[in-house]
């Protein structure tokens, strides 16, 4: 079972609009969550990451989470054409005193139209 | 600055030929080291982890091994290729450090065609 969820699959903004993502994790456990960021061809690169309820932000993007429907959702504001790309969530558990393994959800394709 | 570098960059090999990837971090000691498959346009799955030189866990079983020959180098191969092995491989690296040092840095792939 995968353990995160996001939606939607896929997402088309218009250039200066807002593009909001939501992600779900299915195990209680796991309550430390990133966005992470795919260009076409390239690795990953770590948005932000959230670990406390409530908002996070962090230039144009802004993360929220709630820890006890175990949902956290990223919105870009003022979204720009190179924004456009594969978000992915990322959810980890606490192990003692150190994060076990990123689980990673199925990602959420942006298009920014100009 | 850290960086990490993947190579080969693209490969096209045959159905049972064997195969080796290699990632290369600077700048940073003792990372932890990863590898990474993904299908096109899907999700991460991670293959292996490194702590330490000569040290390696696997995840998931895809007829494929990895080592950890020196403490910047993680290295990715097979004897034998298989269809299913097509993909976009990434290395990754993270520091030891409790909550909040996890997040993965990750290199710039190796796309693989098998045929």
């Known amino acids: 079972q995968q353990k995160v969820q996001q939606s939607p699959e896929s997402l088309s903004v218009p250039e200066g609009g807002m593009a909001s993502f939501n992600c779900t994790s299915s195990?209680?456990?796991?309550?430390y969550f990133w966005w992470y960021r795919q260009h076409s061809g390239e690795g990953p690169k770590a948005l932000m990451s959230i670990f406390s309820d409530g908002d996070k932000k962090e230039g144009r993007f802004t993360a929220h989470l709630n820890k006890a429907s175990l949902h956290v959702s990223l919105h870009i504001r003022d979204s720009q054409p190179s924004d456009s790309a594969l978000y992915f969530c990322a959810a980890s558990e606490l192990r003692g005193s150190a994060l076990g393994r990123l689980h990673f959800g199925a990602g959420t394709q942006l298009i920014v139209i100009p | 600055a850290q960086t990490i570098h993947q190579w080969p960059v693209a490969e096209i090999k045959a159905v049972g030929s064997p195969l080796s990837l290699g990632c290369t971090i600077k700048g940073k000691s003792s990372p932890n080291l990863y590898w990474y498959w993904q299908a096109t346009g899907g999700t991460l799955q991670q293959l292996f982890y490194s702590i330490t030189v000569g040290q390696v866990e696997s995840v998931v079983q895809l007829n494929l091994s990895a080592s950890r020959p020196k403490d910047d180098q993680f290295i990715l191969s097979t004897e034998k290729l298989l269809l299913s092995h097509s993909g976009f491989y990434l290395c990754?690296?993270?520091?030891?450090?409790?909550?909040?040092?996890?997040?993965?840095?990750f290199g710039s792939g190796t796309r693989l065609t098998v045929l």
């Open positions: 195990d209680r456990n796991f309550q």
């Open positions: 990754a690296w993270s520091l030891w450090g409790g909550v909040g040092a996890e997040t993965l840095y």
